[in-house]
């Protein structure tokens, strides 16, 4: 079973407030992800990090940041939420190389409301 | 419980041949299918998705997966294999009916050769 954590899991808020999503694993995985997803849709992928200090965005342009300063954690700041933020935001991760090792842990995932 | 089985942990192909990566699922209700890519130091990427209509579905990148209901399998194929489409690939599924998350299988390696 993956150890792998989002708070919170749903969020309702009003437009142009910061929020700032957790994500923390305790699998020790140095490669951790973002991904948006539209109900009953497909993942994209919005920002990603290989490590400490390591950020890099992902293919869906988005108006959020991310920090990795700690191996466990990874969160997911939205400095001001428009209603077009509303999705299902995923977190995952992922150990680095080695055959059976590569599957990805997902979170439950926030559901994220901006009204 | 939903569960997606990816039988192959790899694929090796010669570039120019035809590659197939299996993917079976189980489900209750109408599955929702979809393929993902994984390049080296990338996160996921969407290739392509069942949701409904025609069986055959074609995605990104010249890759298309056939639903076969009765076998409940979605095998991601191409006819012409590149050696750029070395990476690892994914297969989820998640319940129609459902709005949670989806399940992954544990992930195919192709390789494909020169």
């Known amino acids: 079973e993956a150890d792998i954590y989002q708070t919170p899991r749903y969020l309702v808020i009003g437009t142009g407030k910061k929020i700032t999503l957790e994500c923390s694993q305790t699998?020790?995985?140095?490669?951790m992800y973002w991904y948006q997803q539209d109900p009953g849709m497909e993942l994209h992928l919005i920002h990603y990090?290989?490590?400490?200090?390591?950020?890099e965005k992902g293919d869906l342009s988005s108006e959020s940041t991310v920090s990795r300063i700690r191996t466990e954690h990874f969160p997911l700041t939205l400095e001001s939420a428009r209603p077009s933020h509303t999705s299902q935001y995923l977190c995952a991760s992922q150990r680095d190389g080695g055959l059976g090792t590569d599957t990805q842990y997902f979170g439950p995932g926030t559901r994220l409301t901006v009204l | 419980a939903q569960s997606v089985a990816q039988p192959e942990d790899q694929v090796n192909v010669a570039e120019g041949n035809p590659l197939t990566v299996k993917c079976t699922y189980s489900v209750s209700g109408n599955p929702y299918l979809f393929w993902y890519v994984q390049y080296p130091n990338r996160g996921l990427q969407f290739l392509l998705k069942?949701?409904?209509?025609?069986?055959l579905v074609k995605g990104s990148y010249g890759f298309e997966a056939e639903f076969n209901k009765s076998q409940t399998s979605f095998h991601l194929k191409k006819p012409s294999a590149l050696v750029s489409d070395s990476a690892l690939y994914f297969c989820?599924?998640?319940?129609?009916?459902?709005?949670?998350?989806?399940?992954f299988g544990d992930g195919t390696t192709l390789t494909v050769k020169p």
């Open positions: 990090s290989y490590g400490v200090n390591s950020t």
């Open positions: 069942y949701i409904t209509g025609d069986n």
């Open positions: 699998m020790g995985h140095d490669k």
């Open positions: 989820a599924v998640r319940d129609g009916t459902n709005a949670g998350k989806s399940t």
